[in-house]
């Protein structure tokens, strides 16, 4: 698997390099947001930290939480004094930032994206300048991903008080900086134009009655086999499947437990990558949980056995402790993948071309956790599919989407019309969409704020 930038990429990829604007990468589902942030974090000559809004985020990009990152208190922060909060470790690691890069920054409420804003000018003592003059560059798309609402009902009165909407792009610092919006539109993962409509207008929520008509009509039919993987809502239908599909394969169960030592167990926290006793059975249906150690193809791709979300099936279960798969009739040998749990320390760098040493951020490791990156997956929820591409697909939307952009997600993973499979039929019901959202995402073209460099497109 050989996986190269598209023109598109490319050239967002150089804006952002030449530029110091702050930059909001998005589009739809299968457009490489994920491949984009890889390649500039790979090759990046400026000083960045990668960090996320939760810990499972943060480790799929190598990069640490939002809250670690920062030393931010749990909870609302806009009433906090953040300069107590700020060591003198963070404000140097802070101080040494060209660049922040923030992925699923849908998920980043507005309060903490103010929080940024503020940490960052004390930090490096540029009070005047949103995000103490940092380059922000931001991945997400808020129609699959949404922040979580606070539980509180003094927290509740506070954002409502003080916001527009709890989405990061109502945060009172884009008043003052420009947001540029940048939608990669070029979709990898789907080929037919009608599937694609469909898809967009279910994100978007301008789905027609007569649209889902044709999606139920094509989805409606029994999986030729037993196999195709199921996309469910909740994790009580999804462990049930699996629980089931794994009882009917008679041979006993091959058990690989996880390495890691008691600091990596308090570092990561709930947001372990992987379990922690994995059973696995020769025949079983079983799912990538990471990206394969890559190498460079001679034409400069990356080269990947398997990508985070490939479906295959356990051939063997060696002695050696290995884990055969086989991935569209090749066999594959898996051993223990490795997680790290990192954070930045500065580092001096000189830069021949200059004569100058300029301060650089390294993630350092301070916990590993070690396991074979498979998971059983004759099903998964919908939320655990974000991001993966299927053949096939079965979804079972059980009693309905609770969650904004939950049946686009679902949808979204399938290739082809032809590999879909639907339990029930789609409702218009299905297709939740935030009013806040469609407000933001309305502006159809990327604004520039300088005439050099231009924007790629």
Known sequence: ?????????????????????????????????????????ANTEKSFAVCAPTGVAALNVGGVTIHSLFTFPLGLLGEVEIARHLSKRTREILRALDMLVIDEVSMVSADLMDA??????????????????????????????????????QEKTYIA????????????????????????SEIFRQSDDDFKEILNAIRDGSVTQAMLDS?????????????????????????????????????????FKAVYSASAEKSFGRALPAEIELSLKVGAQVMFIKNDDASTSKTGGTIRRWVNGTIGRVVALPKSGLVVVDVDGEELEVGPATWEKVRYEIEEDFDESTGKTKEVLVPVTLAEFKQIPLRLAWAVTIHKSQGQTYDEVQIDMGRGAFSPGQTYVALSRVRTLTGLYLTRAVLIRDVMVDKDVIRFMSGAEPLATSSEPQPPF
């Open 161 to 184: 008080e003080n916001y527009q909407s709890l989405w990061f792009f109502d945060a009172h610092v884009w008043r003052q900086s420009d947001l540029e919006r940048f939608e990669l």
């Open 1 to 41: 698997m050989i996986i190269e930038l598209s023109q598109e990429q490319e050239s967002l990829f150089e804006y952002i390099e030449q530029s110091q604007s702050n930059v909001f990468v998005t589009g739809r589902a299968g457009t490489g947001k994920s491949t984009l942030l890889s390649h500039l974090t």
């Open 116 to 153: 940024i804003d503020r940490a960052l000018r004390i930090a490096r003592g540029r009070k005047n300048e949103p995000f103490g003059g940092a380059q922000v560059v931001m991945f997400g798309d808020p129609y699959q991903l949404a922040p979580v609402p606070p539980r509180d009902p």
């Open 215 to 255: 999606l139920n009509q094509a989805g409606n039919r029994y999986p030729p086999h037993s196999d195709v993987i199921r996309l469910a809502t909740i994790n009580e239908t999804v462990n049930s499947v699996n629980h089931q599909r794994m009882g009917l394969i008679e041979t006993e169960p091959k058990v």
